[in-house]
């Protein structure tokens, strides 16, 4: 190529090279700036598609594993209303096995009667409360009560011990009362040997799975726990 040729090529191309890179460099700020003041919109419209996603798979869940719709908010604004007055979760039944022993003396003369109960308990949640959802920032927050007894049914009652006294004679009364103390006392063991924490425990595994989102879930309890 002579010499001529190649000075001409080189008066002609650098400009339009430094031309096409201040084009660029324009086009890329302007597509910055542009993303920069859409950049709010966006977020809410993503952060509400999400919301939008949680709220419809925490309805579905709990049709799914009760075939039934508690109250749900999301950010204390009401997303879906409740579909039944008594809107009761029971996730676990256990068979629960309790004894209990009455003596009484009078005059030197004792009575005695010893009972044995089987009875299954369930546990699972009261939803008469609203189950609550709050976006943070790094998190999704799932608000539900505590798990609690909600039922006892007798099984089976069996006397172990019936003793009279010989003047100190069991009543109707006596039995009455003491038959009535072992659905608590069922109660009670099947809170000590840890039946709701299992029912919370259950739940959480459940709602983990078919919840759907772009941070973590998190499943917070609340209220006060049940006490045996």
């Given at each position: 190529?002579?010499p001529?040729a190649?000075e001409?090529?080189r008066k002609?191309?650098?400009?339009?090279?430094?031309?096409?890179?201040?084009?660029?460099?324009?086009?890329?700020?302007?597509?910055?700036?542009v993303?920069?003041?859409?950049?709010?919109?966006?977020?809410a419209?993503g952060?509400a598609?999400e919301?939008e996603?949680?709220?419809?798979?925490?309805?579905?869940?709990?049709?799914?594993?009760?075939?039934?719709?508690?109250r749900?908010t999301?950010?204390?604004?009401?997303y879906?209303?409740?579909t039944t007055?008594s809107?009761e979760?029971?996730?676990?039944?256990?068979?629960?096995?309790?004894?209990?022993?009455f003596?009484?003396?009078?005059?030197?003369s004792?009575?005695r009667?010893k009972?044995?109960g089987?009875?299954a308990?369930?546990?699972g949640f009261?939803?008469q409360?609203d189950?609550a959802?709050?976006?943070?920032?790094?998190?999704?927050a799932?608000?539900?009560?505590?798990?609690?007894i909600?039922?006892?049914?007798q099984?089976?009652?069996e006397?172990l011990?019936?003793?009279n006294g010989?003047w100190?004679r069991?009543?109707?009364?006596?039995?009455?009362?003491?038959?009535a103390?072992?659905?608590?006392?069922a109660?009670?063991?099947?809170v000590?040997?840890?039946?709701?924490?299992?029912a919370?425990r259950?739940?959480?595994?459940?709602?983990?799975?078919?919840?759907?989102?772009n941070?973590?879930?998190?499943?917070?309890?609340?209220g006060?726990?049940p006490k045996?």
């Amino acid at each position: 190529m002579k010499p001529e040729a190649i000075e001409r090529r080189r008066k002609f191309s650098w400009p339009a090279a430094f031309a096409f890179a201040a084009l660029l460099l324009a086009a890329l700020v302007a597509f910055i700036f542009v993303r920069i003041e859409t950049w709010p919109s966006r977020t809410a419209r993503g952060t509400a598609d999400e919301l939008e996603r949680v709220g419809r798979d925490l309805r579905d869940a709990f049709m799914e594993i009760a075939h039934l719709q508690p109250r749900i908010t999301v950010n204390d604004r009401v997303y879906v209303e409740r579909t039944t007055a008594s809107v009761e979760l029971a996730l676990l039944s256990r068979q629960i096995e309790v004894e209990h022993e009455f003596q009484h003396t009078w005059a030197g003369s004792t009575k005695r009667v010893k009972l044995h109960g089987t009875f299954a308990v369930k546990a699972g949640f009261d939803l008469q409360k609203d189950v609550a959802v709050d976006f943070r920032a790094d998190e999704i927050a799932v608000r539900l009560p505590h798990a609690m007894i909600l039922g006892v049914e007798q099984k089976s009652i069996e006397v172990l011990t019936f003793e009279n006294g010989f003047w100190n004679r069991i009543s109707a009364e006596d039995i009455e009362s003491e038959l009535a103390k072992l659905p608590e006392l069922a109660r009670e063991k099947a809170v000590q040997s840890g039946l709701p924490a299992e029912a919370e425990r259950a739940l959480q595994e459940q709602l983990t799975n078919r919840l759907h989102a772009n941070r973590p879930i998190h499943i917070v309890f609340t209220g006060s726990q049940p006490k045996g």
